[in-house]
T-cell receptor, first 114, second 115 residues
Framework: AQSVTQLGSHVSVSEGALVLLRCNYSSSVPPYLFWYVQYPNQGLQLLLKYTSAATLVKGINGFEAEFKKSETSFHLTKPSAHMSDAAEYFC????????????FGKGITLSVRP | GAGVSQSPSNKVTEKGKDVELRCDPI?????LYWYRQRLGQGLEFLIYFQGNSAPDKSGLPSDRFSAERTGESVSTLTIQRTQQEDSAVYLCASSLEGRIHNEQFFGPGTRLTVL
């Protein structure tokens, strides 16, 4: 079975500071990995995805994530936080079977201080 | 174009009542997923529809939960004899095909509160 661990439930950074949201996965087969963002009162939106091509994946809004097989990690980063980045972020791994259902982590709430 | 829509946005019900949640996927999307998000938890997969194939119901937590989909359009999730632990946000997603690389587009969810 696949699983995702997102340590901590809340991260707070200052505007302009580095954003680092951690995600570790467990999978018996090469995984496909995703980061989704949920802004207040909105649906989930795909930030970026890893599908076994380049290990460094660039997404929308300046976010990127690096797949590290040796560490079973897929951490999300952004060099400089903006107030509009305040949201909940979910890491997910995809089922490699016929059904591409997503297995999600518990999510991390990012707050950005002025 | 229109995204995935869900109704109602909020539903408050009494324990023991039945509820029906609706999902309208993006037109042309053959795959449809239901997920549940309980407070402080990640999203849990409930059920998956792909075209005319038999649905994958492996995530449904009990036989009180059921879902239907009419062709490649609307889906309804029904919870019978609701319990307080059913309180959650129920999210629907659709994708062009049920394959790994296809992005799942999520609706805004239905917040269900069981008193």
């Amino acid at each position: 079975a696949q699983s995702v661990t997102q340590l901590g439930s809340h991260v707070s950074v200052s505007e302009g500071a580095l954003v680092l949201l951690r995600c570790n996965y467990s999978s018996s087969v090469p995984p496909y990995l995703f980061w989704y963002v949920q802004y207040p009162n909105q649906g989930l939106q795909l930030l970026l995805k890893y599908t076994s091509a380049a290990t460094l994946v660039k997404g929308i809004n300046g976010f990127e994530a690096e797949f590290k097989k040796s560490e079973t990690s897929f951490h999300l980063t952004k060099p400089s936080a903006h107030m509009s980045d305040a949201a909940e972020y979910f890491c997910a791994v995809s089922n490699t079977g016929a059904n591409s259902k997503l297995t999600f982590g518990k999510g991390i709430t990012l707050s950005v201080r002025p | 174009g229109a995204g995935v829509s869900q109704s109602p946005s909020n539903k408050v019900t009494e324990k023991g009542k039945d509820v029906e949640l609706r999902c309208d996927p993006i037109s042309g999307h053959t795959a449809l997923y239901w997920y549940r998000q309980r407070l402080g938890q990640g999203l849990e997969f409930l059920i998956y529809f792909q075209g005319n194939s038999a649905p994958d119901k492996s995530g449904l937590p009990s036989d009180r939960f059921s879902a239907e989909r009419t062709g490649e359009s609307v889906s309804t999730l029904t919870i019978q004899r609701t319990q307080q632990e059913d309180s959650a946000v129920y999210l629907c997603a659709s994708s062009l095909e049920g394959r790994i690389h296809n992005e799942q587009f999520f609706g805004p969810g239905t917040r269900l509160t069981v008193l």
